[in-house]
């Protein structure tokens, strides 16, 4: 496998996170009592912060956020990708960022989340070290 396949193969790892997250966040009902019982608090709750907001909006809105820049970060790799492998600088940088969110998401999240951040690292680990030509 080539290279920038290998990269790919991580990019499109990301976008799908980010779209499974999407699709969890929209589909998802807590139908037992305990979380019913959060959403209507997290509802109740209010913030005022330039006017007032509830913390469920604040939740369901940072929760949206995190989930199109997920698949946008991995759509820019995907789209950037020929000219990304060609620079150590660059995949460097995805590699970065892509191990700071394993991180967070070992920390904030459960296995599927940070088992596909982890797929995408090993990707562009392996694009980095595989032979190929680089800019300087």
Do not use: W
Not at 107 to 116: D, E, I, N, R, V
Request: hydrophobic share 55%; proline share 1%; glycine share 8%.
């Amino acid at each position: 496998m080539t290279k920038l396949k290998i990269f790919k193969a991580g990019a499109i790892t990301i976008v799908v996170l980010g779209v499974l997250h999407l699709i969890g966040q929209a589909s998802s009902k807590l139908a037992d009592p305990q979380g019913l019982a959060l959403l209507e608090a997290m509802e109740n709750y209010k913030i005022k912060m330039l006017g007032e907001h509830s913390v469920l909006k604040f939740f369901k809105g940072f929760s949206t956020t995190m989930g199109v820049l997920i698949i946008a970060f991995g759509a820019q790799n995907l789209l950037l990708a020929t000219a990304i492998v060609k620079s150590k600088r660059n995949i460097a940088s995805t590699i970065l960022i892509t191990a700071i969110s394993f991180v967070l998401a070992v920390t904030y999240f459960h296995a599927l989340a940070y088992g596909m951040l982890l797929l995408a690292f090993i990707c562009f680990i392996v694009a980095f070290f595989r032979k190929g030509d680089y800019e300087v």
